[in-house]
């Protein structure tokens, strides 16, 4: 699938409100431990913080119909699965959350 490709699988089957309940549960995070709600607060959460944070993103993340319609650019099938093997390696005790870090920053940021 060639990146114009993918542009236009993910224009015509885009996010919309699939984040909502991420981005609630990042602001009642943030809230319980008195932290700004921005994209730095992520820097500031605990481990065990971020991973009640990053599993239900990524849950979200590969519900959504495009996830399924994406090829993976790192191994056979779709975007789906990659988001599968990620899921099960954040529920492991020895996982960095900074790999993760830059996606949630740009998840819980105010852009359009």
């Known amino acids: 699938m060639t990146d114009q490709s993918r542009s236009e699988v993910i224009k015509e089957h885009p996010i919309g409100n699939g984040l909502d309940a991420f981005r609630a549960s990042f602001?009642?995070?943030?809230d319980d431990r008195s932290v700004a709600r921005s994209s730095a607060a992520i820097d500031q959460l605990a481990q065990d913080d971020l991973r009640n944070l990053t599993l239900p993103f990524l849950f979200a993340l590969q519900s959504l119909s495009v996830a399924g319609l994406l090829f993976s650019r790192t191994s056979a099938g779709t975007l789906r699965n990659d988001l599968l093997k990620l899921i099960a390696?954040?529920?492991?005790a020895d996982f960095d959350f900074d790999?993760?870090?830059p996606l949630l920053k740009e998840a819980v940021a105010d852009k359009p």
């Open 89 to 92: 390696a954040i529920a492991s």
């Open 99 to 101: 790999r993760v870090k």
């Open 27 to 30: 602001s009642s995070i943030c």
